[in-house]
């Protein structure tokens, strides 16, 4: 039989127990509701990240494969709440939706008018978005026609963004289009965008747009690698040359010559002792 000191002793122990399964029960309780409250979101944000990868790799989506997202991307435009990475992709399927309007001519103004909603949601939430910036510079280029007022638009992307480059080469593609119509100081970005791809030897990138829409500009584009290294920019002349862009003027046979002497240049530079090639 318990002595009155030991129930005594033993209350505060009971008392200790039921207080500490009060509490797991009650954070078993709060992981469950945060559970059931979350999920939803990230089942949402991964639905909507799959799409917008899809988008931004240029892979051609339907309206009919986006049908699904519909009632979603209602809910997003009606949360007051910041969701940047939600609001972000959402903005990209509305960019989508919008260029598939305008290219069948159907709902072309409740598109564009849900696109610039979504942008300018998702931009007063993340503002240093450098590729959103540039949506909202063409979307006002093309609802409102291309004016001074938009301009700023367009150097926010480059002032947040002018290193990133899957985001250089839309950029670049769009702005080289409307080149000569561009203030001095976004023209001489555009030309220096340009000659950091070939600097960094994204020359991909940088032939599909000297053969797209920087042809007609090719002289100026050209002039702009002064500073880049000649490697990079040989690297880039040969390679037009081989798919038929002529760059130099120099016909075939000028070329190899050309070439030929630079290979022999480099053998000769082989066969030199190290001290020999060693630089000041």
């Known amino acids: 039989m318990a002595t009155p000191t030991e129930t005594r002793g033993e209350m505060p122990r009971r008392a200790a127990a039921w207080l500490a399964r009060g509490f797991l029960a009650a954070v078993a309780c709060s992981s ?3 559970g059931a409250t979350t999920l939803p979101v990230f089942v ?3 639905r909507l990240d799959g799409a917008r990868d899809l988008i931004l790799r240029n892979v051609p989506v339907s309206d009919a ?3 699904d997202l519909g009632p979603l991307l209602s809910r997003v435009a009606a949360a007051k709440d910041c ?3 939600i609001d972000r992709s959402a903005a990209v399927i509305r960019l989508r939706r919008a260029e598939n309007a305008l290219a069948s001519g159907d709902q072309v103004d409740a598109r564009m008018g849900e696109l610039d909603a979504a942008v300018r949601k998702s931009l007063g939430c993340a503002p240093a978005d450098p590729y959103l910036w540039v949506v909202l510079f063409w979307l006002r280029n093309t609802r409102q026609g291309l004016s001074d007022a938009n301009f700023d638009l367009l150097r926010m992307s480059y002032r947040l963004g002018s290193n990133e ?5 839309k950029r670049s593609a769009m702005a080289l289009a409307m080149l000569d119509a561009l203030p001095p100081d976004l023209s001489d970005a555009v030309v220096a965008e340009f000659a950091r791809l070939v600097k960094t030897e994204l020359y991909t990138e940088a032939i599909d ?4 829409p920087g042809w007609t500009h090719r002289d100026r584009l050209l002039a702009g690698l002064a500073a880049v290294p000649q490697r990079n920019v040989d690297i880039l002349t040969k390679t ?3 798919i038929g862009y002529d760059l130099d003027r120099r016909s075939p046979a000028e070329r190899r010559n050309l070439e030929r002497k630079s290979n022999d240049r480099l053998d000769e530079l082989a066969r ?3 001290e020999a090639r060693a630089r000041p």
């Open 165 to 169: 480059g899957w985001i250089v080469v």
């Open 44 to 46: 949402d944000q991964a």
């Open 65 to 67: 494969e986006l049908g």
């Open 209 to 212: 747009l000297l053969k797209g």
């Open 83 to 85: 969701m940047p990475a």
């Open 240 to 242: 037009m040359a081989d």
């Open 32 to 34: 469950v509701a945060w």
């Open 272 to 274: 030199m002792p190290p």
